[in-house]
C-alpha cells in the first residue's frame, strides 16, 4: 500500500506553484530533490512522493494492467489523495504540476488519464501511459490546453519511443499542448535540455497564473 507522507522542498518565500514529483522504480525523493534543484525555479512548493520498497508497481508499464495491480490502483490512488489534500488545503489544480522520471513519469501519465484536472503542467521525463500494446484511453477534454513535456530517446532500455509517440498523440487529442523530445542516443536519465525545457514550461505557467 502507498501511503507514505510525501517529502517536502520549499523554494523561495511564496509558493506560487506546487510540483508534485514521483520517483522512478529503484530510485528516492532524492532523485527528484536532485531534479527540483537543477530548475532552479523559485517560490514552488515542492512535494516528493514516496513508493513503498521504492517500486510503484511490480512489472514492466507495457505489460497487462492486470500483472501491476493491486500496487498500480494503490499507486494512483495515493496520487490522487495527494492532489485532493492540496486542494483541499486551498491550492487549486491551476496552480499544481504533476510529474515524475521513469516510473514516475509513467506513472503520473496514468493518473492523467484517470484523474483529469486543468492542472497547471505536467512533466513526463522518460514516460507514457501504462498497458500493453493495444491499449486505448479515454479522451479527457478536462486536459484542453495543458502543458506538458515528455521525452524519451531511442535507445531508452525502460520506455521505447513508440508509446511516448502514442501518449503524445493521446495528449494531443485531449486538447491538450505537448511537447515532445526523443534523442537519438542518452543514457535513462535526465538531460539539462529536458531540464530547461521544464523550467520554461513553469515560467509560462507562473506568468499565465499572473496575467
Not at 503520473?108 to 507514457?128: D, K, M, S, V
Not at 479515454?138 to 508509446?163: A, K, N
Request: charged residues 20%; contains cysteine; proline residues 8%.
Amino acid at each position: 500500500m502507498h501511503n507514505n507522507k510525501p517529502e517536502e522542498m520549499q523554494v523561495g518565500s511564496r509558493a506560487d506553484l506546487t510540483i508534485v514529483l514521483a520517483h522512478g522504480r529503484g530510485r528516492s525523493p532524492a532523485d527528484m530533490r536532485a531534479l527540483a534543484e537543477r530548475l532552479g525555479v523559485d517560490n514552488v512548493h515542492y512535494l516528493f512522493l514516496v513508493a513503498e520498497n521504492s517500486t510503484w508497481y511490480p512489472k514492466l508499464f507495457q505489460d497487462p494492467i492486470a500483472d501491476n495491480e493491486p500496487s498500480l490502483s494503490d499507486a494512483i490512488a495515493h496520487y490522487e489523495s495527494v492532489i485532493s489534500e492540496l486542494e483541499a488545503n486551498g491550492t487549486p489544480a491551476s496552480r499544481i504540476v504533476v510529474g515524475g522520471f521513469s516510473q514516475g513519469a509513467c506513472l503520473t501519465a496514468e493518473f492523467l488519464a484517470r484523474h483529469p484536472r486543468a492542472y497547471a503542467g505536467a512533466i513526463l521525463w522518460t514516460g507514457g501511459l501504462i498497458g500493453p500494446e493495444g491499449t486505448s484511453w479515454p479522451v479527457r477534454p478536462e486536459l484542453r490546453g495543458l502543458p506538458v513535456f515528455i521525452s524519451t530517446s531511442e535507445t531508452d532500455p525502460w520506455v521505447p519511443p513508440p508509446r511516448v509517440r502514442e501518449t503524445h498523440a493521446w495528449l494531443r487529442e485531449c486538447g491538450a499542448s505537448p511537447t515532445m523530445l526523443i534523442f537519438q542516443e542518452r543514457e535513462h536519465g535526465v538531460l539539462d535540455e529536458e531540464v530547461n525545457a521544464v523550467r520554461s514550461m513553469v515560467e509560462r505557467a507562473r506568468l499565465d497564473l499572473a496575467a
